[in-house]
């Protein structure tokens, strides 16, 4: 079976984490703080705290956000539910809005005619590696890019290390701010509100001739990464562009093996990191049969979220979303897959479904 998913794992990672295991931190320690200062350095962004996952990342932009009971959010339904369920922990009313039929991405028109008086905050997802543009807004906005490490937009960015990502730290997040007041309260929220640095200056001692060497002044949680998640990142980083250029060479096969076959569209956008190979096709139970049969695995990844009982359960009146509903489709994309796989597979769609 030519599979959908498997974690890219490079050899120098294992070793890695043996070294982390060997040590005295394996928890959250210094390689912690050099991981988000090399993935600061890399992608060229100024705050970035790592997390235990970015669903994580995610909570905390909301937390950041300050979202309370009564008040609106505009997202997507066509993400993974780590998007929205977040949400609706802080009771907040979700707003749907609809999709672009081109890039399966928030549509940013339909977003500004929802926006209300109680609208808190913006979220956007960069589905599947394709760079979703909201453009500017008054309003907070949100960008789950935890399919798109790479693309960094809005207010707050969550990425994920999650184990199929386009790196890996068995699972992991960071979340990138704009401004160092931000970042401040996002390092509190990680590890129940406490001031790891003025415990570091005290050798991790809490109290010191009968006072506190620090307070606690906000509530936290904990999020934090760990030592372990963080020796497998900093090996990823070293992976990251090799990753995304291998991933564009296989989308780049199946651009020009499914060009010319009736009933299927490949998903694109001008910006995209190519995490998913996503296809619009008719007949979509055919196509997904067909392809098994001939050991090629096909998954459609995101279920709508609107349809869930817990969002209500009740498909929300999005034209394009619910034209396209039963044709979205993923084939095989990264790592683990060749280019004879792909030239494979493109061949058993020419033969029909």
């Not at 090399?38 to 705050?47: D, G, I, P, S, T």
């Not at 969550?158 to 992991?172: E, M, N, P, Y």
């Not at 009968?210 to 070293?238: N, P, S």
């Not at 010319?260 to 694109?268: A, F, N, P, T, V």
Request: proline residues 3%.
């Amino acid at each position: 079976m030519i599979e959908m998913f498997w974690p890219y794992v490079p050899k120098e990672m294992i070793e890695a984490v043996s070294d982390v295991l060997r040590s005295r931190f394996i928890g959250q320690g210094p390689k912690v703080d050099l991981f988000e200062k090399e993935f600061e350095k890399l992608f060229n962004v100024r705050y970035a705290v790592s997390l235990n996952s970015g669903t994580a990342a995610l909570e905390t932009a909301y937390d950041l956000i300050d979202l309370k009971e009564g008040d609106e959010v505009i997202t997507t339904p066509l993400t993974c539910t780590a998007t929205n369920i977040p949400l609706l922990a802080r009771k907040v009313k979700i707003i749907w809005a609809d999709i672009r039929e081109d890039t399966l991405c928030i549509d940013p028109f339909d977003v500004h005619l929802k926006i209300t008086e109680k609208t808190k905050a913006l979220v956007q997802v960069h589905l599947g590696g394709i760079k979703a543009d909201m453009g500017y807004s008054h309003i907070p906005i949100v960008s789950d890019a935890c399919q798109a490490l790479g693309i960094f937009t809005g207010d707050y960015t969550a990425c994920s290390f999650q184990a199929i990502k386009h790196i890996t730290t068995g699972d992991g997040g960071m979340l990138i701010l704009n401004n160092e007041e931000d970042y401040r309260k996002a390092k509190l929220m990680r590890w129940f509100g406490i001031d790891r640095e003025k415990k570091i200056a005290n050798q991790w001692q809490a109290y010191k001739e009968r006072k506190m060497v620090f307070d606690i002044e906000m509530i936290g949680y904990k999020r934090q990464m760990t030592d372990i998640a963080a020796a497998m990142g900093l090996v990823g980083l070293k992976y990251y562009y090799e990753a995304v250029e291998y991933r564009r060479k296989l989308f780049s096969l199946y651009k020009e093996g499914l060009k010319d076959i009736s009933g299927i569209r490949l998903i694109d956008g001008s910006n995209n990191v190519y995490w998913l190979a996503t296809v619009l096709v008719e007949k979509r139970d055919d196509f997904a049969k067909m392809l098994f049969e001939a050991n090629i695995d096909t998954n459609i990844v995101q279920i709508r979220n609107d349809i869930y009982k817990i969002f209500g359960g009740k498909r929300a009146d999005l034209p394009v979303l619910n034209s396209i509903e039963d044709k979205y489709i993923s084939i095989p994309i990264g790592m683990h897959i060749s280019e004879e796989d792909v030239h494979y597979i493109c061949e058993t769609i020419k033969k029909g479904w």
